[in-house]
């Protein structure tokens, strides 16, 4: 989740123009990118560019920016969850009122709202304090940007290397940096949430337990993601324990995905499209539901071969679980 070197402006920006003229196009030629009439919720969904940009990168697919956009307009998603570097370039400086508003035109135009945007936080545990600082500076810009962009929330990453620390050191300096995150993203009326994987230091309960505890700020809270829970539960199927031992009103919010309890290539946990996997989907979305999740559900297609499928499943199993159907 570490930013890649920023495209020029002036491409980044003619990229955005041409894309957002494009739902005038379809209106004109009669198609629409509307959103077909589904009854309001308390759950908003949203597609995660995360899918779109592994599979540009490991099976070498294209997937046009607004051809996602229309697909996720006229599947009835409410928003997108922005990475870094794909389609192009990194994030604007939240200085850099032109290319935000260039930005926030192209997802407007498909109706659909930019509610997160993924950071990474490896920084927020290092030895040295000094670097721990200039994370929060950067986290602080980021989330000035996520807040002119009309995010609901903005979500972490803590990878990286331990470095000349114990794990323990590690724990204890990431809940402090984090508790400030939460106390910044506060001041912006955003939500941060983190999340750890299987190849972080940081990849067991007690490890994901001891961060959100330590953090103490009511503004930081926990990315559901299935897949790493399941892995981090033993690989059970059940990953609705560890949500349990959590505790629903702690996620900030999710990233929906099936799987089949191992890793994908010797990365992270493998990630399938809902009713792929072995996961028991179905109760984790009637726990969030009966214990008041009100919030955003990503459909995280990460090394996905079909990207699209998984958000139609993920989709489904989102209005399953709400009673009405696919």
């Keep these: 989740m570490i930013e890649s070197s920023k495209a020029s402006r002036r491409d980044f920006i003619g990229t955005l123009t041409l894309a957002a003229t494009l739902p005038l196009a379809l209106k004109s030629t009669g198609r629409t990118a509307a959103a077909p009439a589904v009854p309001t919720t308390d759950w908003k969904t949203a597609v995660g560019l995360n899918g779109f940009q592994s599979g540009t990168h490991k099976y070498r697919k294209t997937y046009p920016i607004w051809e996602v956009l229309d697909f996720a307009a006229r599947t009835g998603f409410d928003g997108i969850e922005l990475v870094s570097d794909w389609p192009m370039g990194g994030y604007p400086d939240p200085e850099e009122t032109e290319r935000i ?106 490890h994901l337990l001891r961060i959100h505890r330590g953090a103490n700020h009511p503004n930081l809270k926990v990315i559901y993601d299935p897949s790493h829970f399941d892995l981090m539960n033993g690989s059970t199927g059940r990953p609705h324990e560890l949500l349990e031992r959590v505790g629903v009103s702690n996620i900030g919010y999710l990233h929906l995905t099936d799987t089949d309890g191992t890793l994908r290539d010797g990365g992270t946990s493998k990630h399938l499209a809902c009713g792929d996997g072995h996961a028991n989907i179905p109760t984790s979305l009637r726990l969030l539901r009966d214990g008041g999740f009100r919030g955003w559900i990503m459909i995280d297609a990460w090394e996905i071969p079909d990207p699209y499928d998984a958000c139609r499943k993920g989709y489904a199993a989102i209005r399953a679980a709400m009673g009405r159907g696919a």
């Design 101 to 206: 508003r260039a930005l926030r035109r192209l997802y407007d135009g498909f109706g659909l709202r930019i509610f997160s945007i993924q950071l990474g936080a490896d920084g927020a545990f290092a030895a040295d304090a000094a670097v721990r600082r200039r994370w929060l500076e950067q986290f602080g810009a980021r989330v000035r940007l996520a807040r002119q962009l009309g995010c609901a929330c903005v979500g972490l990453w803590p990878g990286g290397g331990l470095g000349e620390q114990t794990i323990d050191q590690a724990i204890d300096r990431l809940a402090g940096s984090f508790h400030d995150a939460g106390r910044i993203a506060a001041d912006e009326g955003i939500v941060a949430a983190f999340e750890i994987e299987p190849p972080f230091v940081f990849n067991t309960p007690d």
